[in-house]
């Protein structure tokens, strides 16, 4: 099926459209086409409008409306969009030529409005165009074409004279004007065609726009799908395992990939075995494309050169994996540091050198990033880049960007100037916390308090709406996949492995965990029953127990260290009157946070303990019979516990969840790298829980 018949508009009528040709048409139109990732690769493509304007003196101003940098076209609204004079621009087309910095520097100069994001790299492509409206898009099939040794030989088989092709030129001043000469030398052109790049398309309203873009799409999928090869990825080699297998064995290579390629910064990792990329990582010709290098600038941001490909078959076994993992990620940072020595110019800097996409036979492909978004984002694009691979056969060959045309793009200062606007790396970014008990109190705090700082957060509870609740509001705040929510007893050994096996498919593994989960019962000992007691010991000593062994587990399976936060309390250290069983049950906790700190050091794995105290407010704990068996103890009223608690402190203060989260952000952040085995008091002063 082509472009045309699986598209959700293919005339613009069909769309319902703004009524007004203007800015919201040309939002509208953004979407329709960034809707498709077959049209618009993500973060990709820019679109244009030309429009007459009144400026803030009344005064007639033609004003082109182009894409801001670094908007997503399925997403774009209007306050997304640059506007600029365009009669101050369209002057430069009569240079010859014009650096980049000369190029930003003048359109930054020509901003209509104040407010608006910087202009799109490529605005001088569509100011040099006359038409009224401009699409420039990365469409498969485009690409697949522009990516053939015989590219321009088949644009013209296929479009005859209606198609300009363009080589390939780094994006700025002389690509444009190359494009902006091709249109106005030929009237009669529908589209220009650039080489190892993508699509240009024009039109005189939104609408004749929109609907050239997408026949002269469905032109060039047409064409393709009359020659599409019956193994477009060569012969099977590698069938995919079963998908149960496969889930397994990502479990157990995720956290060396992770390992392997940790440096300054932690990477998130993301994992796709659709049909289609098992079909390309299992075939004959897999390795012979993937190794030739990115089909399109776009890709190559966000994808690097080239993957990793790891040399292993299903039959080798799990352990020749885990090697090949390491073995993998070694050389292609050796390999990068090759590639970025012979190209480097003065002042350049490298790049973290980990691979961005690792190639799997028979179980897909692994994409790594300092987030999780980031990691996606390098999953669609290759995604894309094997739709173009696919064609490579029908096209006779895949020629992509060579190594310095490659090295160009990927340290061209215009891009790594789009890197320094983002926001400075956060203490926790790229870590992974798995926290219990987090679905309310001192559990939901942190997971605010972790993520806020950077940490993609897994929430465990056995309140499953609860947890769900937690994860929807951090990744509401901090973005897609921040965090996810797992229903787990702590007491059930199966459960607890269940929840770090989501973590590793969710993020590829795991550095920090707090134990949290927790129950309080308050009873003299003569009425205290066996049950009560094995309860509050299964969840507290053995729940983390459970969960640390889990850890230890997957943290040595990383080899890149780890923190552990265990959540105890006061009671701990001091005796609880009618507590006996869970003071007994958190001293153990205390005491097993110590002895894993004596096993963890030597990988790098430290473990600390926090004991707050009498935290109130929005716990679950003390929301149960907690609260009222405690105001019975001290032969008071429950809503007289606060003030109680309050006044036996020397600092005369209530504790906070969010008090308590402070402290494990402490213990889990680079501020306490050089401390394990250590306790942190959160109770206000409770001189007979003085640690000592």
């Known amino acids: 099926m082509t472009l045309t018949d699986e598209i959700r508009c293919s005339t613009w009528a069909e769309s319902d459209p703004p009524s007004v040709d203007g800015l919201a048409a040309l939002v509208h139109r953004s979407r329709l086409l960034g809707a498709d990732r077959r049209i618009a690769n993500i973060f990709g493509g820019n679109t244009s409008m030309k429009s007459t304007e009144r400026d803030h003196l009344g005064r007639e101003t033609r004003v082109l409306w182009v894409k801001g940098s670094g908007s997503d076209l399925a997403t774009i609204r209007d306050r997304d969009f640059a506007a600029l004079k365009l009669d101050e621009i369209e002057p430069l087309f009569a240079r010859a030529e014009m650096t980049d910095e000369a190029m930003t520097d003048w359109l930054e100069r020509t901003a209509f409005e104040p407010g608006r994001p910087r202009q799109s790299i490529e605005t001088l492509l569509h100011a040099f165009i006359p038409a009224p409206h401009v699409d420039h898009t990365h469409p498969d099939a485009i690409i697949s074409i522009a990516c053939s040794p015989r590219g321009q030989e088949l644009m013209r088989e296929i479009f005859g004279s209606r198609a300009a092709w363009v080589p390939y030129v780094r994006p700025g001043f002389s690509l444009s004007r190359m494009i902006g000469a091709a249109v106005r030398d030929n009237p009669g052109l529908d589209c220009v065609v650039m080489g190892k790049h993508g699509l240009v398309t024009w039109g005189e309203t939104s609408a004749e726009c929109y609907e050239k873009t997408l026949r002269v799409i469905g032109e060039a999928e047409t064409w393709l799908a009359a020659r599409e090869a019956a193994e477009p990825f060569g012969e099977s080699l590698v069938p995919a395992l079963p998908k149960a297998e496969r889930r397994d064995v990502f479990v157990a290579v995720l956290p060396v990939l992770r390992g392997a390629m940790s440096g300054d910064r932690k990477m998130i990792l993301r994992i796709d075995d659709d049909p289609g990329v098992l079909d390309f990582v299992g075939g004959s010709a897999c390795r012979n494309l993937a190794m030739r290098g990115a089909a399109c600038p776009d890709h190559l ?374 401390t394990t085995g250590g306790v942190l008091t959160v109770d206000g002063g409770v001189p007979a829980a003085y640690v000592r």
């Not at 009425?527 to 007691?533: F, I, N, P």
């Not at 869970?582 to 946070?593: G, P």
Request: aromatic share 8%.
């Open 301 to 674: 941001v966000h994808t690097k050169r080239i993957p990793l490909m790891l040399d292993w078959r299903p039959e080798q076994g799990r352990d020749a994996l885990l090697d090949a993992a390491r073995r993998g990620v070694a050389d292609f940072a050796a390999r990068y540091e090759t590639y970025f020595k012979a190209h480097a110019q003065e002042g350049d800097r490298m790049a973290a050198p980990w691979p961005r996409v690792i190639l799997i036979p028979g179980l897909g492909m692994v994409t790594s990033g300092g987030d999780a978004a980031v990691a996606d984002v390098s999953r669609q694009l290759y995604r894309r880049a094997i739709a173009v691979m696919r064609n490579a056969a029908s096209v006779g060959g895949f020629e992509t960007l060579t190594e310095a045309e490659s090295f160009a793009i990927e340290y061209w200062p215009l891009e790594l100037y789009k890197l320094s606007l983002k926001p400075p790396p956060k203490p926790l970014d790229g870590r992974v916390a798995l926290i219990t008990g987090a679905a309310s109190g001192i559990g939901r705090a942190a997971a605010a308090r972790l993520a806020r700082d950077g940490a993609h957060v897994v929430i465990v509870d056995r309140n499953e709406p609860g947890a769900a609740t937690v994860a929807d509001a951090i990744a509401q705040h901090r973005g897609a996949w921040r965090a996810i929510a797992v229903a787990v007893d702590v007491t059930s050994e199966a459960a607890v492995g269940d929840a770090f096996t989501a973590t590793v498919l969710a993020y590829g593994g795991v550095d920090i965990v707090v134990n949290n989960a927790g129950i309080s019962m308050s009873a003299p000992i003569e009425t205290t029953t066996l049950a009560d007691w094995q309860k509050q010991f299964d969840i507290l000593s053995t729940g983390y127990f459970l969960v640390a062994r889990a850890a230890f587990r997957l943290m040595r399976a990383q080899g890149s260290g780890g923190a552990l936060v265990f959540v105890a309390s006061k009671n701990a250290v001091a005796a609880g009157r009618n507590a006996s069983a869970y003071s007994a049950a958190k001293a153990a906790e205390l005491h097993l946070a110590r002895c894993l700190a004596e096993e963890g050091g030597s990988a790098g794995i430290r473990v600390n303990t926090v004991l707050p105290d009498a935290v109130l407010s929005g716990s679950s704990i003390w929301n149960s019979t907690w609260r009222a068996e405690r105001a019975a103890t001290y032969d008071i009223e429950e809503d007289q516990l606060e003030a109680h608690y309050r006044a036996r402190t020397t600092l005369k203060v209530n504790v906070l969840p969010e008090d308590v989260a402070e402290a494990i952000f402490f213990f889990t952040s680079a501020a306490s790298s050089k």
